[in-house]
């Protein structure tokens, strides 16, 4: 069976260039809010330079982080239905965007198709991502979210298995679905049992994981 298509998440510098000159330019201090779920979709941001958190928030106030982003990637593309957002962003550090309005998307995608078939593997990959969430936390512990995600978010340099950014445990929580004591007592374990190492608020897989905790 052939293995779906791997969609690059980061535009390519001349495309990149092209769309964000189709917008205005902003500035974005960290933890500044740029979209608001169940706000109206009206604008797609090209991030230029930093990184952002896509989320959701219950009405407890709990919140659930779903991805992050950094520079040469895109959030808001739902902007093109017209619809409610269905999730929040937030800047992890200072951020600037081009914020290209719906209108204008539209346009840049009928001239440039390379970018609409971007966009469509891209989505694809959200509908496929969105599956595989469900799947985990249906039919998954906390210590199975923690495996699998340390895997997903890491990758293998040398024979190395490094986590491609430093993340702290309430950010591993917050992705993973759990509470950060719960998350802490995992890490804790694989630490001393010699899975894990953490250098700079980055982990390292040392060796392969225990299908069980």
């Not at 779903?66 to 929040?88: K, M, Q």
């Not at 007592?185 to 390292?204: E, F, H, M, N, P």
Request: aromatic share 6%.
């Amino acid at each position: 069976m052939r293995a779906p298509p791997v969609t690059p998440a980061v535009l390519g510098d001349e495309l990149l260039r092209e769309i964000a000159g189709q917008g205005g330019v902003r500035h974005f201090p960290a933890n500044a809010v740029l979209i608001n779920e169940g706000d109206a979709s009206d604008s797609l941001y090209i991030l230029l330079s930093g990184r952002v958190k896509v989320y959701s928030t219950s009405a407890e106030g709990k919140e659930i982080v779903i991805t992050a982003h950094g520079a040469g990637e895109y959030v808001g593309e739902l902007a093109l239905d017209g619809g409610l957002r269905s999730a929040s962003v937030m800047t992890l550090e200072p951020t600037t965007c081009s914020v290209v309005t719906a209108g204008n998307l539209r346009r840049f995608i009928d001239a440039h198709p390379d970018f609409a078939h971007h966009l469509i593997l891209k989505l694809i990959r959200r509908v496929r991502q969105a599956t595989d969430s469900v799947k985990s936390l249906a039919l998954q512990d906390v210590y199975g979210r923690v495996v699998q995600f340390l895997y997903q978010e890491s990758t293998e340099v040398d024979g190395v298995r490094t986590l491609n950014e430093p993340l702290t445990q309430q950010q591993i929580a917050e992705r993973v679905g759990s509470s950060r004591e719960m998350v802490s007592r995992i890490l804790k374990d694989l630490r001393a049992g010699g899975y894990v190492s953490q250098t700079r608020g980055r982990l390292t897989i040392e060796r392969k994981l225990p299908a069980a905790w």
